[in-house]
Nanobody, 123 residues
Framework: QDKFVESGGGLVQPGGSLRLSCVAS????????IAWFRQAPGKGREGISC????????RYADSVKGRFTISRDLAKNTVYLQMDSLKLEDTAVYYC????????????????WGQGTRVTVSS
């Protein structure tokens, strides 16, 4: 079954950094766009970053632009989310998901969700 395993979450102080990893299982990432989503307590799931399968171009939500960086290592079948200058409002469970051939123009149509990794930003 195609799915992701996310890791790297934890407790961090405001201004700190974390790097999340998303390992694909059951399929290779080569032709898939990969997006990171998050769900904060009491809120809906939000798409925050996407990396296109076509040219590795990246897209970011305004809430994380300039602070988060998405990248992928096809040899490791892994996508990363480097999160810097973390804020209290970044507290959420973070998920990755895939979409075949997606150009990252939006966050619709993604699937193969993992279990998520929890990020807590607190002083």
């Amino acid at each position: 079954q195609d799915k992701f395993v996310e890791s790297g979450g934890g407790l961090v102080q405001p201004g700190g950094s974390l790097r999340l990893s998303c390992v694909a299982s059951g399929f290779t990432l080569d032709y898939y766009a990969i997006a990171w989503f998050r769900q904060a307590p009491g809120k809906g799931r939000e798409g925050i970053s996407c990396i296109s399968s076509r040219d590795d171009s990246a897209r970011y939500a305004d809430s994380v632009k300039g602070r988060f960086t998405i990248s992928r290592d096809l040899a490791k079948n892994t996508v990363y989310l480097q999160m810097d200058s973390l804020k209290l409002e970044d507290t959420a469970v973070y998920y990755c998901a895939s979409a075949l051939g997606h150009l990252c123009s939006n966050y619709a149509g993604f699937g193969s969700w993992g279990q998520g990794t929890r990020v807590t930003v607190s002083s």
